[in-house]
């Protein structure tokens, strides 16, 4: 719902010597957040409005709600605005262990979905012959999913594998893992890398952000205990939603 008006006027907020507009902005937007001034879902003013309340211009408006998505406070939707985000979404999800999707947020009680946008068999690209080890003439499985958790977009995962090892990607409804496990084909160890991007317009869309907001790739080369490279996955996660953690340990 949208919040009171009055809440960012200048007087509210804005101190002689407390640091730059967008900062003492960014605060006070957090400061009310926290103290449930602004609650869940509720709508921030469109950029403009917002700047004509405050009395700063958009370019600061647009610096204090960088800072307020950056820490996981306000969700921008694509084509809808930014509402403030509930407390307690995130999720932690290991880099240290072969969970699926689906086994993560089963093991939280979340709903997990999934959203096909492709499916089928093809001749592999350069890079999947490479990560695959395949030849020109082989066939690669591909299923590309928009992953739902509890009805919010949360991930995109793109999945390649060998037809040999997934012949019919049509049948893959929400868990790869377990299709591949009935098989017993499910890889046993995996390597990933790591990197942040930024949200192209298609891929914003599809998990409701604005354009250009930063997101996590995450590249996952998925092996059997022969060995034997089978699956290769490209995931696409919301930053404002997910923490990946990773445990060490002195050799």
Same mark, same amino acid.
């Given at each position: 719902m ?5 809440i960012?006027?200048p007087s509210?907020?804005?101190r ?6 967008y900062?003492q902005?960014?605060?006070?937007i957090?400061a009310?957040i ?7 879902d509720d709508q ?6 917002m ?5 700063v211009s958009r370019?600061?408006?647009?610096k204090a709600?960088a ?6 406070l306000?969700?921008?939707?694509h084509g809808?605005g930014?509402f403030?985000r509930g407390?307690?979404a ?8 072969? $969970? !699926?999707?689906t #086994?993560? @947020?089963?093991? =939280?009680g979340?709903a997990s979905t999934?959203? %096909? ?10 890079t999947?012959?490479?990560t695959?080890g ?13 992953r739902i958790?509890?009805?919010?977009p949360?991930?995109?995962e793109y999945?390649s594998?060998p037809?040999d090892?997934?012949?019919?990607p049509?049948?893959?409804? $929400? !868990?790869?893992? #377990?299709? @591949?496990?009935k =098989?017993n084909?499910a890889p046993n160890r995996? %390597? ?5 991007i930024?949200a192209t317009a298609?891929?914003a869309?599809?998990l409701e952000?604005a ?11 998925g092996?059997l ?5 089978i699956?290769f996955?490209?995931g696409?996660y919301?930053?404002d939603i997910?923490?990946f953690?990773?445990?060490l340990?002195l050799?």
């Amino acid at each position: 719902m949208p919040v009171a008006k009055d809440i960012f006027a200048p007087s509210e907020w804005l101190r002689t010597g407390r640091g730059p507009r967008y900062a003492q902005l960014h605060r006070h937007i957090a400061a009310a957040i926290q103290a449930g001034d602004l609650a869940a879902d509720d709508q921030l003013p469109p950029e403009r409005e917002m700047a004509e309340l405050a009395d700063v211009s958009r370019v600061t408006v647009r610096k204090a709600v960088a800072l307020l998505v950056a820490d996981g406070l306000i969700d921008q939707r694509h084509g809808a605005g930014s509402f403030v985000r509930g407390q307690g979404a995130r999720f932690e999800q290991s880099l240290s262990s072969l $969970v !699926s999707f689906t #086994e993560n @947020l089963q093991a =939280r009680g979340i709903a997990s979905t999934s959203r %096909i946008l492709l499916h089928g068999l093809f001749r592999p690209s350069p890079t999947e012959a490479i990560t695959l080890g395949l030849s020109t003439h082989h066939q690669v499985a591909r299923i590309h999913r928009l992953r739902i958790g509890d009805g919010a977009p949360m991930a995109l995962e793109y999945s390649s594998l060998p037809e040999d090892i997934l012949p019919r990607p049509d049948k893959v409804g $929400v !868990s790869l893992y #377990e299709v @591949l496990r009935k =098989r017993n084909m499910a890889p046993n160890r995996a %390597i990933q890398r790591v990197t942040a991007i930024n949200a192209t317009a298609h891929i914003a869309e599809l998990l409701e952000l604005a354009e250009g907001t930063a997101i996590l790739q995450i590249e996952r080369t998925g092996y059997l205990a022969s060995g034997r490279p089978i699956e290769f996955t490209s995931g696409l996660y919301r930053s404002d939603i997910y923490d990946f953690v990773s445990e060490l340990r002195l050799e």
